[in-house]
């Protein structure tokens, strides 16, 4: 499968932002999917996961209640509601997809198929 993300940009502290990742192949409803940051000079780290029917999903705990993970399988795309956005949240962030699904948000190793990242910086 291959990954697009899109929708990052620039935007003041509280406000949203509306992340996208796009896949190609028709076995897309199949695969786990993982939203994953990186901060300058800082090491890769999960955002969120949902599981295959989307019933399942794990959020970082620096991100609870703020962001949403959602899919819809019909359109093969994978979307991250961020609310409340803070200047920690300044990263580049990808999307990332395997055939199993995590216990719990993951690890970058969890995951075999990357996109590449949109940039999201938040200003204080």
């Known amino acids: 499968v291959q990954l697009q993300a899109s929708g990052g940009g620039l935007v003041q502290a509280g406000g949203s932002l509306r992340l996208s990742c796009a896949a190609s192949?028709?076995?897309?409803?199949?695969?786990?999917i993982g939203w994953f940051r990186q901060a300058p000079g800082k090491e890769r780290e999960s955002v969120a996961t949902i599981g295959w029917s989307g019933i399942t999903r794990y959020y970082a705990d620096s991100v609870k209640g703020r962001f949403t993970i959602s899919r819809d399988n019909a359109k093969n795309t994978v979307s991250l509601q961020m609310n409340s956005l803070k200047p920690e949240d300044t990263a580049v962030y990808y999307c990332?997809?395997?055939?199993?699904?995590?216990?719990?948000?993951?690890?970058?190793?969890?995951?075999?198929?990357w996109g590449p990242g949109t940039q999201v910086t938040v200003s204080s």
């Open positions: 192949g028709r076995t897309f409803s199949s695969y786990a």
């Open positions: 990332a997809a395997d055939r199993a699904l995590p216990a719990g948000p993951g690890t970058p190793s969890d995951f075999d198929s």
